[in-house]
């Protein structure tokens, strides 16, 4: 039977757990090696409770969202068994993870390679757009973890090049966005052809319905952890809205960015056109700018992420499904320049800042006819966002339809203790 969130409510924590360390986890010399090199004092909370689990064989459930360092939590047990199973024959693995987008499968690789710094464990990683021969030839003599997006794993099936009768655990990590993005028949087939006695560990962000009834199919007697209440945002992001004209919110942000000297700022836009038109009026107001989203190529894409985290570029443009599993280290500033449409988006992308502790600011710009999504996220997060002004920039008066918006955001504003947000 699993067992809903709400029964396990009084289990949800959200700091670290500072008074436990690594050593107490059970973890091998090696792997806490790899930990204190990295600078990781305690475990975060999903590491506390999901890492005894999985080494005990457990299934798990995991509520985690990016951010809670839910990587480490299924890598460090995952690594820690490897170490006395024996090595993957041809073409196999004994370990599959799999995510949904190429940038958080490339970083789930980064973090295996960061933990198993000091063990010899055979990784490799698989996803679409790139030239299928070389990841064919990385798994000629097996691995044994594998990281994979479904689309490009199932080619590499059809052409023989990746077995899995040595498989013993199965990872399906942000199960929540690899539905959105409709991966569920490729999930499905996927599972199909993995052995049933296997360890399944399931993470995703928030558990809806149809997560349950995944759940139910892939997961036998499931144990689960949760350290994020659903769809609230870290208490370390302090979040503003700025209200202004749709045409004004270009000059808006290049005004913001300049005045506050912001360094390493990610911009979320609706579409990819949007991202493009603001990456070049950022770059004419000389604010280096890059674009990432699902029409540029992986070298594009993965160009941008590297000379953003280097600080070549100062202002990151991303559309959702681009910025899936983004993990940039202390990012300071995320700015929606529109809302999006499905208000748990606003938590995921907000959740890239504050991370892990450290403190971050979220910035909207919403303008007239955004007014009811940014009500949906306010009600969603049951908080109401304080609404900031800058008299250093001249806002232009919005049109009559505009201004009688304005009014339902003033009017929400004064009822900021209103017994809705306190439920
Ligand atoms: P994740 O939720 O896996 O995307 O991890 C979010 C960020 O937290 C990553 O940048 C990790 O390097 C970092 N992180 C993971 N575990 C810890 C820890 N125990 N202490 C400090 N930072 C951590």
């Not at 107490?24 to 305690?42: D, M, N, T």
Request: hydrophobic share 40%; glycine share 4%.
């Amino acid at each position: 039977m699993i067992k809903t969130f709400e029964d396990k409510k009084e289990e949800q924590v959200e700091a670290h757990s500072d008074a436990l360390s690594f050593d107490s986890l059970g973890l091998s010399e090696p792997l806490l090696k790899a930990i204190a090199y990295h600078g990781y004092k305690h475990p975060s909370a999903i590491q506390a409770k999901a890492i005894p689990l999985i080494m005990n064989g457990d299934d798990v459930m995991a509520a985690a969202q990016t951010g809670t360092g839910k990587t480490a939590s299924f890598a460090l047990p995952i690594l820690e068994s490897l170490l006395t199973k024996k090595q993957s024959s041809q073409r196999q693995t004994t370990v599959l993870i799999l995510t949904p987008t190429r940038e958080l499968a490339a970083q789930i690789l980064a973090s295996l390679e960061t933990y198993g710094k000091y063990v010899s464990i055979r990784t490799a990683v698989v996803f679409g757009g790139v030239n299928i021969n070389p990841q064919k030839n990385k798994l000629k003599n097996g691995v044994e973890i594998l990281v994979a997006t479904p689309g490009r794993l199932l080619d590499l099936y059809r052409q023989k090049a990746i077995r899995f009768d040595d498989l013993d655990t199965f990872v399906l990590d942000e199960a929540d966005r690899m539905l959105d993005m409709g991966f569920i028949h490729d999930i499905r087939k996927v599972i199909s052809l993995l052995p049933k006695n296997r360890q399944t560990l399931l993470f995703s962000a928030t558990f809806s319905n149809d997560i349950r009834k995944l759940a139910k199919s892939i997961i036998k007697n499931p144990t689960e952890v949760s350290v994020t209440p659903r769809n609230t945002a870290a208490a370390t992001i302090a979040q503003a809205v700025y209200n202004v004209k749709k045409s004004q919110k270009s000059a808006l942000l290049s005004h913001l960015v300049s005045q506050h000297s912001w360094e390493q700022v990610l911009v979320f836009t609706k579409t990819k056109h949007g991202a493009n038109r603001l990456t070049d009026y950022l770059k004419e107001a000389g604010l280096k700018s890059m674009a990432i989203h699902g029409n540029k190529s992986q070298s594009a894409r993965t160009k941008a992420l590297a000379d953003f985290k280097k600080n070549k570029i100062r202002i990151l443009i991303a559309t959702d499904i681009a910025s899936r599993g983004l993990d940039i280290d202390q990012l300071p500033h995320v700015v929606n320049y529109d809302l999006p449409y499905v208000a748990e988006d606003y938590v995921h992308r907000i959740g890239r800042t504050g991370r892990a502790g450290a403190s971050g600011e979220a910035i909207s710009l919403v303008s007239a006819d955004e007014a009811k999504l940014l009500a949906a996220i306010q009600r969603l997060i049951k908080q109401e966002i304080p609404i900031k002004t800058c008299n250093s920039f001249k806002f232009e008066k919005d049109d009559k339809k505009g201004s009688d918006q304005r009014r339902f955001f003033r009017k929400r504003s004064k009822k900021s203790h209103s017994d809705k947000f306190r439920r």
